[in-house]
Antibody
């Protein structure tokens, strides 16, 4: 079955960077884009961007341009998101999710809590 | 500000039927892109409730149903139960932005 398993919770200081991994299994990793979504406390989900695991192409939401990097390792079926220059507003649960051709269901990782704290 | 518009809150008594609307535009829902609905209980990850506009994943009760028309979609919950009290989010895709888009969420209160 399709599974996306994310790395564990992180605590980072303001100004630092965070990097989260997302390991895919149960399907061919390069066949589906990986999206990243975050949810701050008491807020709705916020789309951050996607990566095409086959080509490495990426697209980011405008508010994260210049601060976010998305990469992948096809040998381990892992996708990564790195966010730099963290502020307290970046405290959130970060999710990876698999894209869905029309008619198919989306799959999400379990989420990774990133806390920005001094 | 969310791309998709949902009412901030809805409420209903046990056993009643409630609906939650999700309004988009011609570049997302109106372009025919799939609408998904998620239920989020406090402190938990969003749970997929409806996908491809109206399909329930296995394990989701048939009290939950989805529909779509034009630039809007709706989630209906019949036979309301206390355990349905949660936040509900709609999600689609914007073909112009090439991005996933979400509603701001609707808090369902079971009276």
């Amino acid at each position: 079955q399709v599974q996306l398993v994310q790395s564990g919770a992180e605590v980072e200081k303001p100004g630092a960077s965070m990097k989260i991994s997302c390991e895919a299994s149960g399907y061919t990793f390069t066949d589906y884009y990986i999206h990243w979504v975050r949810q701050a406390p008491a807020q709705g989900p916020e789309w951050m961007g996607w990566i095409n695991p086959k080509s490495g192409d990426t697209k980011f939401a405008q508010q994260f341009q210049g601060r976010v990097t998305m990469t992948r390792d096809t040998s381990t079926s892992r996708a990564y998101i790195e966010l730099s220059a963290l502020t307290y507003d970046d405290t959130a649960v970060y999710y990876c999710a698999r894209s869905y051709p029309r008619g198919q269901r989306p799959y999400w990782g379990q989420g990774t809590l990133v806390t920005v704290s001094s | 500000q969310s791309v998709l518009t949902q009412p901030p809150s809805v409420s209903g008594a046990p056993g009643q039927r409630v609906t939650i609307s999700c309004t988009g535009s011609s570049s997302d829902i109106g372009a025919g892109y799939d609408v998904h609905w998620y239920q989020q209980l406090p402190g938990t990850a969003p749970k997929l409730l409806i996908y491809h506009d109206n399909i329930r994943p296995s394990g989701v009760p048939d009290r939950f149903s989805g529909s779509k028309s034009g630039t809007s979609a709706s989630l209906a919950i019949t036979g309301l139960q206390a355990e349905d009290e949660a936040d509900y989010y709609c999600q689609s895709y914007d073909g112009s932005l090439r991005a996933w888009v979400f509603g701001g969420g609707t808090k369902l209160t079971v009276l």
